[in-house]
T-cell receptor
């Protein structure tokens, strides 16, 4: 069965520091992979997606993610974090039938000024 | 921009009540989804619909039903609300297209069942 794990429940970083959020998935075929962000009191916003091709994908707000098939990972990175990046981050894998998505449990990011 | 609107941001109901959560999207999307979000569990799919009057059970459909009479509107119904249905409910929509199309989310309804 498909599943998504995010090993870090909560991460705290200082503003200006680099960030890496981890995501591992279990899926039999080449997956569709996503990162979403949820700011407090809001719905989810798509940061970036991977379907095929270049394994390093660029997203909005300066985020990028790298797909590593050998490690079943799709980690999210940002070179310099801003205070406005404090939010909940969800990794997700897409099923092909009717576009259903499996979400990970989320990682909460706090940013210290 | 796609707009997914959920009718209420906060809702308080009593045990045993029939509760309706409404969701409207303005981009003529074929697919619509209802999730519940609980701390540490991420988002779990309750029901989804890929066309008017069509629906499919998600991972946790028990205690819920849905209605999609018009393409733009997808309603979630709690037939007899219980305290374990206190949660954040998120609606999403997506279009059919070549390959996978990402979902667009509403701002959520925080539902409390007393």
């Amino acid at each position: 069965a498909q599943s998504v794990t995010q090993p870090d429940i909560h991460i705290t970083v200082s503003e200006g520091a680099s960030l890496e959020l981890r995501c591992n998935y279990s899926y039999g075929a080449t997956p569709y992979l996503f990162w979403y962000v949820q700011s407090p009191g809001q719905g989810l916003q798509l940061l970036l997606k991977y379907f095929s091709g270049d394994t390093l994908v660029q997203g909005i707000k300066g985020f990028e993610a790298e797909f590593k098939r050998s490690q079943s990972s799709f980690n999210l990175r940002k070179p310099s974090v801003h205070w406005s990046d404090a939010a909940e981050y969800f990794c997700a894998v897409g099923k092909t039938s009717y576009d259903k998505v499996i979400f990970g449990p989320g990682t909460s990011l706090s940013v210290i000024p | 921009d796609v707009k997914v609107t959920q009718s209420s941001r906060y809702l308080v109901k009593r045990t045993g009540e029939k509760v309706f959560l409404e969701c409207v999207q303005d981009m003529d999307h074929e697919n619509m989804f209802w999730y519940r979000q609980d701390p540490g569990l991420g988002l779990r799919l309750i029901y989804f619909s890929y066309d008017v009057k069509m629906k499919e059970k998600g991972d946790i459909p028990e205690g819920y039903s849905v209605s999609r009479e018009k393409k733009e509107r997808f309603s979630l119904i709690l037939e007899s609300a219980s305290t374990n249905q206190t949660s954040m409910y998120l609606c999403a929509s997506s279009t059919l297209g070549q390959g996978y199309q990402p979902q667009h989310f509403g701002d959520g309804t925080r539902l409390s069942i007393l």
